[in-house]
């Protein structure tokens, strides 16, 4: 039969390795998320076209500035429209400064959150940056004129 003394002595221990092991594993996790975000892959730029000129402009054979059915100009519109409505300006204050043709290395499009999850997967897409009042702002996206357009002011995107 055991002793009162000898149940609470293994408790003891149990608890103490569970407490150190809840310790060494927070740990671990913490450096795991740091680690991950360190080692996000750049966007591999595919072409750097013009920058995106009037709603009628053809794009230069071979330039890679405009696909068929235009979603780069109707993206670089809608950016325009986000920062306009952004920076509280009109959009002849807003000047587009480069559009580059990119292959994101997973679903974030170059902009992850700290929480979210995003499948793992070369993304094409788009980095449109624009100029308003002495600042510049950068617009990630995929390829489809009416998907996902994050503003991502990273470091490297000025």
């Given at each position: 039969?055991?002793?009162?003394?000898?149940?609470?002595?293994?408790?003891?221990?149990?608890?103490?390795?569970?407490?150190?092991?809840?310790?060494?594993?927070?740990?671990?996790?913490?450096?795991?998320?740091?680690?991950?975000?360190?080692?996000?892959?750049e966007p591999k730029v595919i072409s750097t076209?013009?920058?995106?000129?009037?709603?009628?402009?053809?794009?230069?054979?071979?330039?890679?500035?405009?696909?068929?059915?235009?979603?780069?100009?109707?993206?670089?519109?809608?950016?325009?429209?986000?920062?306009?409505?952004?920076?509280?300006?009109?959009?002849?204050?807003?000047?587009?400064?480069?559009?580059?043709?990119?292959?994101?290395?997973?679903?974030?499009?170059?902009?992850?959150?700290?929480?979210?999850?995003?499948?793992?997967?070369?993304?094409?897409?788009?980095?449109?940056?624009?100029?308003?009042?002495?600042?510049?702002?950068?617009?990630?996206?995929?390829?489809?004129?009416?998907?996902?357009?994050?503003?991502?002011?990273?470091?490297?995107?000025?």
């Open positions: 039969m055991f002793t009162s003394a000898k149940v609470k002595g293994i408790t003891g221990t149990a608890s103490t390795v569970a407490i150190a092991l809840l310790i060494v594993t927070l740990f671990l996790s913490a450096c795991a998320v740091e680690d991950f975000m360190a080692l996000t892959a076209p013009e920058p995106a000129g009037e709603a009628g402009d053809e794009a230069s054979e071979g330039g890679g500035q405009l696909d068929e059915n235009g979603a780069l100009q109707r993206l670089v519109a809608r950016a325009i429209a986000d920062l306009a409505q952004a920076a509280s300006a009109n959009d002849d204050q807003i000047a587009v400064v480069s559009t580059e043709q990119v292959e994101w290395s997973d679903t974030s499009l170059g902009c992850p959150e700290a929480d979210g999850m995003y499948a793992q997967v070369i993304t094409p897409g788009y980095r449109i940056v624009l100029e308003s009042g002495g600042r510049t702002y950068a617009y990630h996206s995929g390829t489809d004129a009416e998907g996902p357009l994050v503003q991502c002011n990273r470091q490297d995107d000025r």
